[in-house]
């Protein structure tokens, strides 16, 4: 019995898979085991083809091919390779696949093809040590090259797949490994990408100042932050230029990134920037949170997660998030199984101040009564708007007003923020740190904890909020390139709670 080593996707995560065959005597026939989906069950069709094609005889003897271990579901056309060269090379004694992972989906004349689950099925075996060696077609080896710590081996076809294995001098189908072209900064020996190109930009919006260094600030420091105000006051169009702002990336989360694309079935890019995802009011629990598939909370790990007409989201939606707004963390519990996600991303969130919208208004008249309005913010709780660390209550834009910063000017700010928290040993940004970095990184004096301990008072703040505040203060410390949280960070941070 020969061995050859390939994975398969489950939920997030690769499961490696040995496929295995047999040839014994009786009836000619051909069958693959192990709990396959239909694509695996379909791929005897492609690799008899590519055989007999390449003028390979089949084998007249009874062929099981095993996938193990049995009772996890295997999905995926790249078990077409590996399967292929179990049996082309049956007779060969002296083969041996051990030292392989192998991947890839034939064609009928026996090209070898790219599929969709092979950069994420690679990445994550590789996050865990788990490959060394890896044997592909040219445009996966194209993608999978960004991986670190792996060597690549490149074939196009099956005939250049048998003759790699009969071969000795193995090097000669190594591929070289690409790097990615992009600005990037070194600190305490790593390296950070970032793109400088702003697409959308802060110099678009008039006016607005207030909420534009509240956007700075969460951009620095990854900090939750809700915008409040009338329609047309431009809570969507910050929301939306907060992406091209954002600190610079490590290599882990530009490939996370990508692998996020692969398993929607798009090309990765591997451009150093975040992603942005904006569901619609009307998506159901189970397409944020996840269920059966990846929710929308998942998908943007190391990303920004945008809910615009916030109290228009379901309140089964927004209790569910406060799970992984405070731990970063979400386990989603199914029939036999749970599944741990990181959540890691950046809730941005934008809401009118009543239901018709123009109760700050000064242009137009509220329609809302007492009742509406209450029925309106009732629908965010107050455990949920605790997890919320910059609020913003934003104006009526006047067409006279100028702009009088960009996002290259921003960026900046943000760059050199982000390089003072990368300096101090900080693994998380501000806004992500625990009660124990809290307590290591936002130091405050006799003075500041005075000034916290009657705003606790004041505002009836709890524990919850007041690590809130002392993350802000750092960020906005950080923006002033300030070592110690002083008086005025901190002044400056308490005007950002939600009264």
């Known amino acids: 019995m020969k061995i050859i080593k390939s994975a398969t996707f489950n939920e997030i995560e690769a499961q490696e898979v040995h496929v295995e065959s047999t040839f014994t005597k009786g009836l000619p026939s051909f069958t693959i085991v192990g709990l396959v989906s239909s694509a695996i069950t379909e791929s005897k069709d492609r690799v008899k083809s590519a055989l007999l094609t390449n003028e390979f005889k089949f084998p007249p003897k009874k062929i099981t091919i095993n996938l193990s271990p049995s009772e996890i579901k295997k999905s995926g056309t790249h078990f077409d390779l590996p399967i292929a060269l179990l049996i082309s090379l049956y007779e060969e004694k ?103 190109e702003y697409i959308l930009d802060f110099k678009d919006i008039k006016g607005q100042e207030n909420a534009k260094n509240a956007a700075l600030i969460s951009a620095a420091g990854n900090h939750n932050i809700l915008f409040e105000g009338s329609p047309g006051c431009g809570k969507t169009m910050i929301s939306r230029r907060l992406p091209y702002i954002m600190t610079p990336m490590s290599l882990d989360e530009i490939l996370e990134n990508a692998k996020m694309q692969a398993l929607e079935l798009k090309e990765p890019d591997f451009k150093p920037l975040r992603i942005f995802r904006s569901p619609h009011n009307t998506s159901t629990k189970a397409s944020i949170i996840g269920g059966t598939a990846l929710g929308e909370v998942a998908l943007c790990n190391n990303g920004i997660l945008f809910f615009d007409e916030l109290p228009h989201f379901s309140q089964s939606i927004l209790e569910a998030l406060r799970e992984p707004l405070e731990d970063h963390k979400l386990l989603v519990s199914r029939v036999n199984k749970k599944v741990l996600y990181d959540t890691k991303f950046l809730f ?71 390089k003072m928290q990368k300096l101090r040993g900080q693994k998380e940004l501000n806004g992500k740190l625990n009660d124990e970095d809290i307590a290591k990184y936002c130091r405050i004096n006799k003075e500041c904890q005075d000034i916290i301990e009657k705003a606790t008072q004041t505002f009836n703040l709890s524990f919850r909020s007041i690590n809130k505040v002392l993350k802000v203060a750092r960020t906005i410390a950080d923006l002033n390139s300030s070592l110690n949280i002083e008086k005025n960070h901190l002044m400056q941070s308490l005007s950002y709670r939600r009264r």
């Open 94 to 196: 002296k083969i041996d696949f051990k030292n392989f992972h192998i991947f890839g989906e034939l064609s009928l004349n026996g090209e070898i093809k790219d599929s969709s689950h092979i950069f994420p099925i690679i990445l994550s075996l590789a996050k865990n040590a788990l490959v060394k060696n890896v044997l592909v077609c040219e445009k996966s080896a194209k993608k999978i090259s960004k991986i670190p710590n792996i060597n690549i081996f490149c074939v196009k076809n099956l005939m250049q797949a048998i003759e790699f294995f009969k071969s000795e001098e193995k090097d000669r189908f190594l591929y070289q490994k690409d790097e990615l072209e992009y600005e990037k900064i070194n600190i305490n020996g790593e390296e950070f990408y970032f793109l400088n």
């Open 348 to 418: 941005v969130s934008a809401m009118n101040p009543c239901p018709c919208g123009n109760m700050l208004s000064v242009k137009n008249d509220c329609r809302c009564n007492e009742l509406d309005i209450k029925r309106y913010k009732n629908r965010l709780s107050e455990p949920f708007l605790d997890r919320i660390d910059l609020y913003i209550v934003m104006n009526e834009s006047n067409l006279e007003e100028i702009s009088t910063i960009s996002s290259k000017q921003i960026h900046d700010k943000v760059i050199d923020a982000f």
